[in-house]
Protein backbone atom coordinates (compact mmCIF):
# COMPACT_ATOMS: atom_id res chain seq x y z
CA UNK A 1 0.00 0.00 0.00
CA UNK A 2 1.29 3.74 -0.92
CA UNK A 3 2.62 5.82 1.55
CA UNK A 4 2.41 9.39 1.14
CA UNK A 5 5.55 11.24 1.64
CA UNK A 6 6.28 13.69 4.24
CA UNK A 7 7.40 17.18 3.63
CA UNK A 8 10.73 16.92 5.52
CA UNK A 9 13.74 17.16 3.43
CA UNK A 10 16.71 17.42 6.13
CA UNK A 11 20.25 15.65 5.11
CA UNK A 12 19.70 12.86 7.70
CA UNK A 13 16.21 11.88 5.98
CA UNK A 14 17.74 11.94 2.65
CA UNK A 15 20.31 9.70 3.86
CA UNK A 16 18.26 7.49 5.79
CA UNK A 17 15.74 7.26 2.58
CA UNK A 18 19.07 6.62 0.03
CA UNK A 19 19.48 3.39 1.94
CA UNK A 20 16.07 1.81 2.54
CA UNK A 21 16.14 2.00 -1.01
CA UNK A 22 19.19 -0.09 -1.08
CA UNK A 23 17.30 -2.51 1.14
CA UNK A 24 14.43 -2.26 -1.11
CA UNK A 25 16.48 -3.88 -4.49
CA UNK A 26 16.64 -6.99 -2.71
CA UNK A 27 13.56 -7.26 -0.42
CA UNK A 28 10.07 -8.72 -1.83
CA UNK A 29 9.00 -5.57 -2.46
CA UNK A 30 11.23 -5.66 -5.27
CA UNK A 31 8.92 -8.14 -7.04
CA UNK A 32 5.71 -6.76 -6.46
CA UNK A 33 3.22 -7.95 -9.39
CA UNK A 34 3.09 -4.48 -10.83
CA UNK A 35 3.92 -4.11 -14.78
CA UNK A 36 7.71 -3.34 -14.65
CA UNK A 37 10.13 -2.34 -17.48
CA UNK A 38 13.84 -2.77 -17.88
CA UNK A 39 15.21 0.60 -18.01
CA UNK A 40 16.83 0.14 -21.07
CA UNK A 41 20.41 1.75 -22.32
CA UNK A 42 20.41 4.16 -25.74
CA UNK A 43 22.68 3.12 -27.84
CA UNK A 44 26.68 3.11 -26.76
CA UNK A 45 27.95 6.29 -27.40
CA UNK A 46 31.35 4.71 -28.55
CA UNK A 47 29.83 2.75 -32.01
CA UNK A 48 27.90 4.47 -34.59
CA UNK A 49 24.26 3.01 -34.27
CA UNK A 50 23.96 2.68 -37.96
CA UNK A 51 26.92 1.35 -38.86
CA UNK A 52 28.46 -0.21 -35.75
CA UNK A 53 32.20 -0.91 -37.32
CA UNK A 54 32.19 3.11 -37.48
CA UNK A 55 33.77 5.29 -34.48
CA UNK A 56 30.78 7.59 -32.79
CA UNK A 57 30.63 10.78 -34.30
CA UNK A 58 31.46 13.92 -32.08
CA UNK A 59 29.33 16.10 -30.59
CA UNK A 60 28.15 19.00 -32.78
CA UNK A 61 28.61 21.76 -30.15
CA UNK A 62 32.02 22.41 -28.43
CA UNK A 63 33.09 23.64 -25.35
CA UNK A 64 32.71 27.18 -26.49
CA UNK A 65 29.19 27.05 -28.44
CA UNK A 66 27.79 24.51 -25.71
CA UNK A 67 25.55 26.53 -23.56
CA UNK A 68 25.97 26.67 -19.81
CA UNK A 69 22.99 24.82 -18.50
CA UNK A 70 23.76 24.72 -14.78
CA UNK A 71 24.01 28.59 -15.39
CA UNK A 72 20.38 28.98 -16.71
CA UNK A 73 18.54 26.37 -15.13
CA UNK A 74 16.98 27.54 -12.20
CA UNK A 75 17.59 25.41 -8.98
CA UNK A 76 14.97 22.81 -8.27
CA UNK A 77 12.30 23.53 -5.35
CA UNK A 78 14.02 23.34 -2.02
CA UNK A 79 12.53 21.40 1.24
CA UNK A 80 9.11 22.97 2.77
CA UNK A 81 8.35 25.10 -0.19
CA UNK A 82 5.26 25.33 -2.47
CA UNK A 83 7.27 23.33 -5.56
CA UNK A 84 8.08 20.40 -3.48
CA UNK A 85 4.86 20.14 -2.04
CA UNK A 86 3.25 20.79 -5.42
CA UNK A 87 5.51 17.67 -6.54
CA UNK A 88 5.03 15.52 -3.75
CA UNK A 89 1.07 15.55 -4.86
CA UNK A 90 1.75 14.81 -8.49
CA UNK A 91 3.98 11.82 -7.37
CA UNK A 92 1.38 10.58 -4.96
CA UNK A 93 -1.48 11.08 -7.30
CA UNK A 94 0.16 9.64 -9.97
CA UNK A 95 1.02 6.23 -8.01
CA UNK A 96 -2.38 5.19 -8.80
CA UNK A 97 -2.03 5.00 -12.19
CA UNK A 98 -1.38 1.56 -12.30
CA UNK A 99 -2.69 -0.41 -14.52
CA UNK A 100 -4.44 2.54 -16.46
CA UNK A 101 -3.22 3.29 -20.43
CA UNK A 102 -1.16 5.67 -19.18
CA UNK A 103 0.77 3.69 -17.39
CA UNK A 104 0.68 1.11 -19.93
CA UNK A 105 2.28 3.68 -22.24
CA UNK A 106 5.04 5.26 -19.44
CA UNK A 107 6.14 1.87 -19.81
CA UNK A 108 6.49 1.48 -23.04
CA UNK A 109 8.37 5.48 -23.32
CA UNK A 110 11.08 3.73 -20.87
CA UNK A 111 13.21 2.73 -24.05
CA UNK A 112 15.75 6.15 -25.05
CA UNK A 113 17.62 7.05 -27.86
CA UNK A 114 16.98 7.69 -31.59
CA UNK A 115 15.46 4.56 -32.93
CA UNK A 116 13.03 4.14 -29.87
CA UNK A 117 12.35 7.87 -29.77
CA UNK A 118 11.60 7.47 -33.66
CA UNK A 119 9.48 4.06 -32.71
CA UNK A 120 7.33 6.23 -30.44
CA UNK A 121 6.46 8.84 -32.49
CA UNK A 122 5.38 6.05 -35.10
CA UNK A 123 1.83 6.92 -34.61
CA UNK A 124 2.05 10.78 -35.27
CA UNK A 125 4.00 9.72 -38.63
CA UNK A 126 1.52 6.70 -39.08
CA UNK A 127 4.64 5.09 -40.55
CA UNK A 128 6.92 2.62 -38.76
CA UNK A 129 10.50 3.99 -39.75
CA UNK A 130 13.09 2.15 -40.71
CA UNK A 131 16.07 2.82 -39.26
CA UNK A 132 18.16 1.79 -42.44
CA UNK A 133 16.19 4.02 -45.17
CA UNK A 134 17.03 7.36 -43.14
CA UNK A 135 20.61 7.13 -41.77
CA UNK A 136 21.62 10.45 -41.86
CA UNK A 137 18.54 11.54 -39.46
CA UNK A 138 19.40 8.51 -37.13
CA UNK A 139 23.28 10.12 -36.80
CA UNK A 140 22.21 13.61 -36.89
CA UNK A 141 19.80 12.50 -33.84
CA UNK A 142 22.65 10.17 -32.06
CA UNK A 143 25.10 13.52 -32.34
CA UNK A 144 22.45 15.67 -31.03
CA UNK A 145 22.39 13.34 -28.17
CA UNK A 146 26.49 13.82 -26.83
CA UNK A 147 25.30 17.19 -26.70
CA UNK A 148 22.52 16.92 -24.72
CA UNK A 149 23.82 14.08 -22.65
CA UNK A 150 26.44 17.36 -21.85
CA UNK A 151 23.83 19.06 -21.16
CA UNK A 152 22.10 16.76 -18.48
CA UNK A 153 25.41 16.07 -16.94
CA UNK A 154 26.46 19.05 -14.84
CA UNK A 155 22.85 19.85 -13.29
CA UNK A 156 22.41 16.19 -12.19
CA UNK A 157 25.88 16.31 -10.66
CA UNK A 158 25.69 19.53 -8.58
CA UNK A 159 21.87 19.47 -7.06
CA UNK A 160 22.05 15.59 -6.92
CA UNK A 161 18.48 15.60 -6.43
CA UNK A 162 17.31 12.40 -5.07
CA UNK A 163 14.59 10.33 -7.08
CA UNK A 164 10.98 10.44 -5.90
CA UNK A 165 10.54 6.78 -5.34
CA UNK A 166 13.59 6.96 -2.83
CA UNK A 167 12.66 5.87 0.74
CA UNK A 168 9.16 4.53 0.16
CA UNK A 169 7.66 1.74 -1.38
CA UNK A 170 5.13 2.88 -3.71
CA UNK A 171 5.14 1.28 -7.27
CA UNK A 172 7.50 2.43 -10.00
CA UNK A 173 7.06 1.46 -13.56
CA UNK A 174 10.47 -0.14 -13.23
CA UNK A 175 12.52 -2.34 -11.59
CA UNK A 176 14.09 -0.55 -8.42
CA UNK A 177 17.37 -0.92 -9.18
CA UNK A 178 20.58 1.12 -6.68
CA UNK A 179 22.06 2.13 -9.59
CA UNK A 180 18.50 4.15 -10.94
CA UNK A 181 17.80 5.48 -7.15
CA UNK A 182 21.91 6.98 -7.39
CA UNK A 183 21.46 8.60 -10.36
CA UNK A 184 19.50 11.47 -9.56
CA UNK A 185 16.81 13.28 -10.50
CA UNK A 186 17.21 16.95 -11.92
CA UNK A 187 16.70 17.76 -15.05
CA UNK A 188 15.16 14.76 -16.40
CA UNK A 189 17.44 12.80 -18.90
CA UNK A 190 14.20 11.32 -20.88
CA UNK A 191 12.81 14.42 -20.90
CA UNK A 192 15.60 16.77 -21.83
CA UNK A 193 15.71 13.96 -24.64
CA UNK A 194 12.20 13.20 -25.83
CA UNK A 195 11.65 17.04 -26.34
CA UNK A 196 14.50 17.42 -28.26
CA UNK A 197 13.91 15.46 -31.17
CA UNK A 198 10.20 16.50 -30.84
CA UNK A 199 11.61 19.77 -31.76
CA UNK A 200 14.02 18.49 -34.27
CA UNK A 201 10.95 16.42 -36.03
CA UNK A 202 9.09 19.17 -36.04
CA UNK A 203 11.55 21.47 -37.92
CA UNK A 204 11.67 18.52 -40.50
CA UNK A 205 8.09 18.25 -40.76
CA UNK A 206 6.37 20.96 -39.88
CA UNK A 207 2.77 20.29 -40.69
CA UNK A 208 2.97 17.61 -38.21
CA UNK A 209 4.68 19.58 -35.46
CA UNK A 210 1.54 19.69 -33.37
CA UNK A 211 1.19 15.80 -32.89
CA UNK A 212 5.23 15.25 -32.66
CA UNK A 213 5.53 18.35 -29.71
CA UNK A 214 2.40 16.78 -27.66
CA UNK A 215 4.28 12.98 -28.39
CA UNK A 216 7.23 14.84 -26.64
CA UNK A 217 5.44 16.35 -24.25
CA UNK A 218 3.65 12.80 -23.06
CA UNK A 219 7.07 11.13 -23.04
CA UNK A 220 8.77 13.62 -20.64
CA UNK A 221 6.18 12.69 -18.49
CA UNK A 222 6.07 9.29 -18.52
CA UNK A 223 8.68 9.41 -16.19
CA UNK A 224 6.42 11.47 -13.75
CA UNK A 225 3.74 8.73 -14.20
CA UNK A 226 6.19 5.92 -14.06
CA UNK A 227 7.28 7.63 -10.46
CA UNK A 228 11.18 7.53 -11.63
CA UNK A 229 10.81 11.83 -11.56
CA UNK A 230 9.40 14.68 -10.17
CA UNK A 231 7.22 16.83 -12.34
CA UNK A 232 9.61 20.23 -11.53
CA UNK A 233 12.17 17.64 -13.33
CA UNK A 234 10.51 17.24 -16.47
CA UNK A 235 9.83 20.88 -16.64
CA UNK A 236 13.55 21.45 -16.32
CA UNK A 237 14.11 19.04 -19.51
CA UNK A 238 12.14 20.57 -21.72
CA UNK A 239 13.76 23.62 -20.78
CA UNK A 240 17.52 22.14 -21.50
CA UNK A 241 16.30 20.88 -24.63
CA UNK A 242 15.24 23.96 -25.89
CA UNK A 243 18.34 25.55 -24.80
CA UNK A 244 20.41 22.79 -26.41
CA UNK A 245 18.27 22.90 -29.78
CA UNK A 246 18.56 26.52 -29.72
CA UNK A 247 22.46 26.10 -29.54
CA UNK A 248 22.33 23.73 -32.82
CA UNK A 249 20.39 25.99 -34.76
CA UNK A 250 23.01 28.18 -35.07
CA UNK A 251 25.76 25.00 -35.94
CA UNK A 252 26.21 25.17 -39.85
CA UNK A 253 27.02 21.47 -39.78
CA UNK A 254 24.03 20.64 -37.86
CA UNK A 255 21.83 22.86 -39.88
CA UNK A 256 23.44 20.90 -43.04
CA UNK A 257 22.47 17.47 -41.63
CA UNK A 258 19.44 18.57 -41.15
CA UNK A 259 18.81 19.66 -44.70
CA UNK A 260 19.82 16.24 -45.66
CA UNK A 261 17.41 14.72 -43.12
CA UNK A 262 14.68 16.59 -44.28
CA UNK A 263 15.01 15.11 -47.17
CA UNK A 264 15.84 11.55 -46.56
CA UNK A 265 12.77 11.29 -44.09
CA UNK A 266 10.24 12.78 -46.73
CA UNK A 267 11.46 9.94 -49.40
CA UNK A 268 11.08 7.35 -46.21
CA UNK A 269 7.26 8.42 -45.38
CA UNK A 270 6.38 8.53 -49.00
CA UNK A 271 7.31 5.36 -49.74
CA UNK A 272 6.47 1.72 -47.91
CA UNK A 273 6.35 1.07 -44.78
CA UNK A 274 4.74 -0.78 -41.97
CA UNK A 275 1.46 0.64 -40.81
CA UNK A 276 1.97 0.75 -36.79
CA UNK A 277 -0.18 -1.08 -33.77
CA UNK A 278 -3.59 0.38 -33.73
CA UNK A 279 -3.77 -0.50 -29.99
CA UNK A 280 -0.42 1.35 -29.44
CA UNK A 281 -1.78 4.30 -30.82
CA UNK A 282 -5.16 4.34 -29.37
CA UNK A 283 -3.62 4.32 -26.31
CA UNK A 284 -1.37 7.17 -27.40
CA UNK A 285 -4.68 9.11 -28.16
CA UNK A 286 -6.55 8.38 -24.62
CA UNK A 287 -3.10 9.28 -21.93
CA UNK A 288 -3.06 12.69 -24.47
CA UNK A 289 -6.87 13.56 -23.37
CA UNK A 290 -4.90 12.95 -19.87
CA UNK A 291 -3.23 15.93 -17.72
CA UNK A 292 -1.12 15.70 -15.23
CA UNK A 293 -1.36 18.85 -12.38
Not at 24 to 45: D, N, Y
Not at 89 to 102: D, E, I, K, Q, S
Not at 166 to 189: K, M, Q
Request: glycine share 6%; charged share 25%.
Amino acid sequence: MMRPLSSGTDSMLRLSCLLAALLLSTSPLAAEPVAQAKEKSAPSLSADPVNPDKPAQKPYLTDETAPDTLAILPPPPGGHTAGESADRAVYNMTRAMVGTPRWDLATSDVAEGSEALLENMSCVLARRLDPKRVPTLIMMLDRARLDLVRAVRAPKRHYRRLRPFVGNEAPICVARDPHLADSFSYPSGHATQGWAYALIMASLLPEKATPLLLRGRLYGESRVVCGVHWMSDVVAGRTNASIVVAALMGDAGFRADLDKARAELKAALSGEGTIPDAAACQREEVAARETLP
